[in-house]
């Protein structure tokens, strides 16, 4: 079965310092990783998902398997990032669960000026 | 926002009575899916569709029921057997599965 692990509930930090948000999964496969994020007041959206390799509004993350991490990063955060952040997994793709999400409990990131 | 709307915002129900939520999305997308949103606990899958006439169930699907007649609806009944149906439920739907889940408003149902 898999799993996803968001240690932290509340995380905060001061305007302009690094953050890390953090992600362990569980599965037996090679899974695919991604990061939701939801704003205040709005829905529930993408922030990035592994296989692109993208760096969102300054936020990156690399999948290390050999310690089943996503972790995502921001080198100097920003107020706007204030913000209830998770992680979600999926089955890889070819096998009959490919799309079906298991997300993490999430991260409440805020943002202090 | 648009593409996936889901009604009512707020619903109450009395104990023992069955409800429907409803979804719909005029994004052209195969794959819906239905969430419930607990504190503390995240999303966690109920139902999902990969194509119409077809759904699957999720972790969580005992005391719910869903149908996909159409592409563009989904809805999902919370029946009676359902013990705890008060949450947040969230609806979503993917072009096809394993892409990008785009999320709707949700339904905030509480059962008196």
């Known amino acids: 079965a898999q799993r996803v692990t968001q240690p932290e509930k509340l995380l905060s930090v001061f305007k302009g310092a690094p953050v890390e948000l953090k992600c362990n999964y569980s599965?037996?496969?090679?899974?695919?990783l991604f990061w939701y994020v939801q704003y205040s007041r709005q829905r529930l959206q993408l922030l990035l998902r592994?296989?692109s390799r993208e760096s969102i509004k300054g936020f990156t993350a690399d999948l290390n398997k050999g310690e089943t991490s996503f972790h995502l990063k921001k080198p100097f955060a920003q107020e706007e990032d204030s913000a209830m952040y998770y992680c979600?997994?999926?089955?890889?793709?070819?096998?009959?669960?490919?799309?079906?999400?298991?997300f993490g409990q999430g991260t409440i990131l805020t943002v202090h000026p | 926002d648009g593409g996936i709307t889901q009604s009512p915002k707020y619903l109450f129900r009395k104990e023992g009575q069955n409800v429907t939520l409803s979804c719909e999305q005029n994004?052209?997308?195969?794959?819906m899916y239905w969430y419930r949103q607990d504190p503390g606990q995240g999303l966690r899958l109920i139902y999902y569709?990969?194509?119409?006439?077809?759904?699957q169930k999720g972790d969580i699907a005992e005391g719910y029921s869903v149908s996909r007649e159409k592409k563009e609806s989904f809805p999902l009944t919370v029946t009676s057997a359902q013990k705890n149906p008060t949450a947040f439920y969230l609806c979503?739907?993917?072009?096809?599965?394993?892409?990008?889940?785009?999320f709707g408003p949700g339904t905030r149902l509480t059962v008196l």
């Open positions: 979503a739907s993917s072009k096809t599965r394993g892409s990008e889940q785009f």
């Open positions: 599965y037996s496969g090679s899974p695919e």
């Open positions: 592994h296989i």
């Open positions: 979600a997994l999926s089955p890889n793709a070819g096998g009959t669960s490919y799309g079906k999400l298991t």
């Open positions: 994004l052209n997308h195969d794959a």
């Open positions: 569709s990969q194509i119409v006439n077809d759904f």
